[in-house]
């Protein structure tokens, strides 16, 4: 249940309880936990399918620059369109639905992201194609708060699963997508970008009966109840601490994305040029680090549960540094082993991070989910323009020279303050 409204409500007597519809009765313990494995599974389900259209963007970047003469610059802009419409709205979304949710925003969502994916399969000149990547974008700023809002209703108590499940279809539907273009788009052109749109369709019913679960849970009938929105509560440390916490996971969250976005933009360009790869076979590539960071997200938020959100961070940011470090000097196989291993490790912090926030802000569910996407998206976009910057004045080897320090930020973890019991 969101905690916006368990703040407002004298506390039930079971978390269980809770989550039976009025007029119900009690249910069995099984039939609670299968309809809200079922909805964890749906959301997850349907961030696969919105991640996998949206990582079309970025699996198009090859063709886009061959065909309208694109520098690395312009590339870079094409991310910030998409991750800066994403990042800006989402906490504002964020921060609106804390007060009065709106379930039927999911299918909404991606009906906007749907207009942008058939504007980007027949765009036929560079603002086009800026104009629908920041479409794109703004159906992402809706659809992840909301959706994290309603996974941690879901969750019955196991956060870190639920953020973790929900995190999982994302960043697979972020490795599928690279390797669908290569089987599709690359052979066909950007119009068959347009062919991804029965994606779209499944997403937007899969995430309407969603809503109506979602418009139905107790939650929901208590703050009709009450016609007036909930009141926060209150964090279980000083303001001053939250605000010194919140700005070392942006720093945290900067080093992790920033990273990440050299290897989602440019990994391709990267084995094209430092080992001659086709295109085809550099989207496999690509597809194999993506699949691994799909594996560490999952992993991420379990063992978060069981051991704490403060030492997968520390393990995720810092743990990867020695790997990153020897990338750039690595051969084609090595570079191969290289990039999943950091997949695998960097990914898992990001459910433990969404989750910590959520306990240092209790009762901002959709604000902190909104800042962490948000956050993530927007410094992913920034990153990925300033580093085709770099990549146009110096090289793309420069560039992963020059990433492979950003690791090292995470030391930074150990200025977190602890907001969980001991284990």
């Not at 996407?373 to 910057?389: T, W």
């Amino acid at each position: 249940m969101s905690e916006n409204v368990i703040a407002s409500q004298p506390a039930v007597s079971s978390m269980a309880a809770a989550a039976v519809p009025p007029g119900t009765g009690a249910a069995p313990a099984s039939a609670e936990a299968g309809t809200t494995l079922a909805i964890l599974v749906s959301l997850s389900v349907c961030h696969l399918l919105n991640d996998m259209n949206q990582s079309l963007v970025p699996a198009l970047y090859p063709i886009l620059k061959d065909s309208y003469h694109l520098d690395f610059g312009q590339v870079g802009l094409i991310t910030l369109a998409f991750q800066l419409t994403a990042s800006m709205l989402q906490p504002v979304v964020g921060m609106v639905t804390d007060k009065r949710p709106q379930p039927f925003s999911l299918p909404i969502a991606m009906c906007c992201s749907l207009a942008g994916l058939l504007l980007l399969s027949v765009a036929g000149s560079y603002p086009l194609i800026l104009l629908a990547a920041a479409m794109v974008g703004v159906g992402s700023s809706v659809f992840h708060p909301e959706s994290s809002r309603v996974a941690r209703m879901a969750s019955g108590g196991r956060y870190g699963f639920a953020q973790s499940l929900f995190q999982m279809g994302g960043s697979t539907g972020s490795a599928i997508g690279p390797l669908l273009a290569a089987f599709i788009v690359v052979p066909r052109g950007q119009t068959s970008i347009a062919w991804f749109s029965a994606a779209a369709l499944l997403a937007i019913v899969l995430l309407a009966n969603v809503s109506l679960w979602y418009s139905r849970h107790p939650a929901m009938a208590a703050r009709r109840g009450r016609r007036q929105p909930s009141v926060a509560a209150p964090s279980p440390l000083p303001r001053g601490k939250v605000v010194g916490a919140l700005a070392v996971i942006l720093v945290l969250m900067f080093s992790k994305n920033v990273y990440t976005s050299s290897l989602s933009s440019y990994y391709t360009f990267y084995l094209i040029q430092k080992f001659h790869l086709s295109v085809q076979d550099a989207q496999f590539l690509l597809f194999a680090f993506l699949g691994a960071v799909a594996v560490g997200t999952f992993a991420g938020g379990p063992i978060g549960d069981r051991f704490g959100r403060k030492p997968v961070i520390w393990f995720s940011i810092l743990g990867a540094f020695p790997f990153a470090l020897m990338l750039p000097y690595a051969s084609l196989f090595w570079t191969a082993v290289l990039t999943i291993v950091i997949g695998l490790i960097l990914a898992s912090a990001f459910s433990a991070i969404v989750v910590y926030a959520q306990e240092l802000m209790p009762g901002r569910v959709g604000m902190v989910a909104g800042m962490m996407f948000g956050f993530s998206f927007g410094l992913g976009g920034l990153g990925a323009a300033a580093l085709g910057e770099i990549a146009d004045w110096t090289s793309i080897d420069t560039v992963y020279k020059l990433c492979s320090f950003l690791p090292l930020i995470g030391l930074m973890t150990a200025l977190l303050p602890d907001v969980e019991p001991r284990r």
